[in-house]
């Protein structure tokens, strides 16, 4: 109840405070409006991925773009489904929270409090909580996946690259849409949008996405559905133009969900020379993997909202842009520790918080220079809980009595601020320099509390014996620069490299008392190529990258508990490659992949699932969500049917082996696979338009992250799976 209050407070408040604005205005279901050509095609997009409007083949960095377009043909709803199509890019989920991996870089843990080393951007804002970043994905213009340390202008965390989510804006005339797709699983979603004029200097928004999908599974002890969702999600924009030099932009967003997705299927035996608890206890698995065979109820219960405004003001020699931020979120994930019928245990993982941010820069143009100065300000609070409680005590004193367990919650808070500025210089004919700059200092805090309690019988109505405790805070800073080269012979060539370092901040546990972990550091050499040939009917964008990487932090399981350390140091290096190919009017073939070497160069450390082995070098073993082989290709065909338009479109995507854990188990990892998708696509031009879709046609299933578990339940590996086949038909109407 009190986030529906929160939602009403934001919207009312959103007509007082300046919001977000794009570069490129667009409608989603527009595609002639959309910042790119009508059909949509990745070479002429337009992207902000240096912080103003350039064409994708003019930007000299490893970026890729989506436009609106593409994403509804393509029916991807949400990274998870974007992600197999880009180079490089490796998605999983662990207890509701998104792990977004660029170039073997990303969000390894499952502790509350902790950040990726992806920046995820949505209209310009930096979304610190993984797991804020599901209910995102909606009325979308474009999306940009930059690869690479973006430090100079992105900032916090954008050590491993940026995701940059561009909803659509308001328009000066009145349009919209309203789709329908119904599917297996009891799918039924229903999305829509109505924009249009206030008067002659303001125009509005409002956007709502409603999905409601059985489960994957059920927990065929309860009955309950597992794997499903239930979710809403609201957004509204309001854009003043009161003369050619101002524009303001009021942006509210809201998302809840509540259904039992997100749980922990069990996969095996972490250790083996220790039974699962769950297995002494003479529990069964289910017969299909999907089931769960769990005790307690499961579930997951989210409620996120945000507030945005941005002024920009053209001020004749610079554009200055102002984007400030307030976000709030809840959320909590109930689920069974064993996934069996056996009293093994019940973990708790929930995260509450909010955050504010400030960003402002000045960028211009002087002659053969362009040029950007700016500062940010970044405030957030967090209270993170686990609880492995209550939980079978391994006291065989005890007999397996149900104990009070492991139980953590505490604040942790980061002040962090940053000032930064690029100047790009022609010094010569298609020939240009670029040099950047971020100072970036923060401040962390926490102020936490722990309890390890294993021989007090459980009761409810007594709290825990917390003997831990921890209030202390401490600083980070770090400088990093970006230099980088551009030779552009003609406007169909483009070659770049480029230097740059990244920075991760240091952090606290939330799970246990212990020093602060130390901030990570990258340095980056990498250069590229984009070309267009044949007359624009082909597209190649080329790129090779080599990162040295120090004070890496890992998640491991240390006895009970899982808790972040630094790695030494590990390299990585790799080559991607995007291709776009039009033989004749209407017919496409594209496709991407890429090459990845990540290893760990000094790296020893206690494997949590197998303690007994004692300290064990990993020096060698490839980084966890960084598979070695990638790649994808398409086939989609647009045949004009008088004025109408079938479109067909077949997509291909492997993955090599992904480890989810730095010891390199395969028990731990997903295998190589491979999964097809097939789309069907109708247009009217009275704005009428039908597809139908199914995707992972060979329903495949496969694990999308798993972990070994603590050592009071028998080392048990958990893990979640990826979507099964779905397929279904979406009708919509644009006008």
Do not use: C
């Not at 809840?256 to 299927?265: K, L, S, T």
């Not at 500062?375 to 005590?393: D, H, K, N």
């Not at 003609?490 to 799970?511: M, R």
């Not at 000094?602 to 990638?630: C, F, H, K, M, S």
């Amino acid at each position: 109840m009190k986030y529906h209050l929160k939602l009403a407070l934001l919207v009312s408040a959103a007509y007082g405070v300046p919001a977000n604005a794009q570069e490129v205005p667009a409608s989603p279901e527009a595609p002639v409006r959309a910042a790119a050509a009508p059909d949509d095609a990745a070479s002429d997009i337009i992207v902000t991925a240096q912080k103003r409007a350039t064409s994708l083949q003019q930007t000299p960095l490893a970026v890729s773009a989506v436009g609106g377009q593409e994403l509804r043909t393509r029916q991807i709803r949400d990274i998870e489904d974007l992600a197999p199509s880009l180079p490089n890019v490796n998605f999983g989920k662990n207890v509701g929270i998104a792990r977004i991996a660029i170039r073997g870089l990303g969000f390894d843990s499952t502790l509350a409090g902790q950040e990726g080393r992806v920046a995820y951007h949505l209209d310009g804002v930096y979304v610190s909580r993984p797991a804020a970043t599901l209910g995102t994905f909606f009325d979308i213009d474009r999306v940009e996946v930059v690869r690479g340390p973006q430090g100079t202008l992105y900032g916090r965390n954008a050590t491993a690259g940026a995701v940059n989510v561009v909803t659509a804006d308001p328009e000066s005339q009145f349009g919209g849409y309203a789709r329908f797709t119904i599917g297996n699983y009891s799918t039924f979603i229903e999305e829509g949008a109505l924009t249009g004029p206030v008067n002659d200097a303001i125009s509005a928004r409002v956007a709502v996405i409603k999905t409601d999908r059985g489960g994957f599974g059920k927990n065929v002890v309860t009955g309950q559905e597992v794997d499903n969702e239930h979710s809403l999600a609201l957004r509204a924009k309001l854009k003043i133009e009161p003369n050619a030099s101002t524009k303001l932009t009021l942006e509210a967003d809201y998302y809840d969900r509540d259904d039992g997705a997100f749980v922990y299927h069990f996969l095996g035996a972490g250790n083996p020379l220790v039974a699962p608890m769950a297995t002494v206890l003479g529990a069964t698995k289910p017969a299909n993997p999907r089931d769960t065979n769990a005790n307690v109820p499961q579930g997951d219960v989210r409620s996120f909202a945000g507030l945005t405004g941005t002024a920009e003001f053209d001020l004749g020699f610079a554009k200055l842009t102002s984007i400030t931020a307030y976000r709030d979120g809840f959320y909590r994930v109930t689920i069974d520790g064993d996934d069996t019928n056996s009293a093994v245990g019940q973990t708790l993982s929930a995260e509450r918080g909010h955050q504010i941010s400030e960003e402002l820069r000045l960028a211009g143009s002087l002659g053969y220079l362009n040029w950007i100065v700016g500062g940010y300000y970044f405030y957030e609070r967090i209270f993170g809980e686990t609880r492995l409680s209550p939980v079978r005590s391994p006291v065989p004193a005890l007999r397996g009595a149900q104990v009070f367990g492991l139980n953590f919650d505490g604040h942790m808070r980061t002040d962090a601020y940053a000032t930064f500025g690029q100047l790009d210089y022609e010094i010569l004919p298609h020939l240009t320099l670029s040099a950047g700059v971020r100072y970036s200092h923060e401040k962390k805090g926490i102020d936490q509390r722990t309890a390890t309690e294993f021989v007090r019988v459980y009761d409810p109505g007594q709290q825990p014996n917390y003997t831990g405790f921890q209030d202390e805070a401490t600083t980070f800073s770090d400088t990093t620069p970006r230099f980088g080269i551009e030779y552009k012979p003609n406007n169909n060539l483009l070659f770049y490299a480029t230097y740059a370092k990244g920075f991760k901040s240091g952090t606290y546990n939330l799970t246990s008392v212990a020093p602060p972990v130390q901030p990570e550091q990258l340095t980056d050499y990498e250069a590229g190529i984009k070309m267009q040939l044949l007359d624009r009917h082909l597209t190649v964008n080329l790129a090779a990258f080599k990162y040295d990487y120090t004070n890496l932090q890992v998640t491991v399981i240390r006895g009970t508990v899982a808790v972040l350390e630094n790695a030494a140091t590990a390299r990585l290096k790799g080559l991607e490659g995007e291709i776009v190919a039009k033989p004749f009017d209407n017919f496409e073939i594209s496709g991407s992949g890429a090459y990845l070497s990540s290893r760990f160069t000094r790296y020893a450390t206690i494997d949590g699932g197998r303690p007994e082995l004692g300290v064990l070098n990993l020096t060698g073993n490839q980084l966890p969500q960084a598979p070695r082989w990638t790649g994808n290709a398409a086939i989609q065909y647009r045949i004009p049917i008088g004025s109408d338009r079938l479109t067909l479109r077949g997509e291909l995507t492997y993955s090599g082996r992904v480890y989810f854990s730095a010891v390199n188990r395969p028990e731990i990892s997903q295998r190589a696979n491979s999964k097809t998708n097939a789309i069907i696509r109708y247009e009217l031009a009275n704005g009428l338009n039908a597809s139908a879709f199914i995707r992972n046609i060979g329903n495949r299933r496969t694990v999308s992250s798993s972990q070994v578990s603590s050592s009071f339940a028998g080392y048990p590996i958990m893990g979640t799976y990826d979507p099964p086949r779905t397929y279904g038909l979406t009708l919509g109407y644009n006008f």
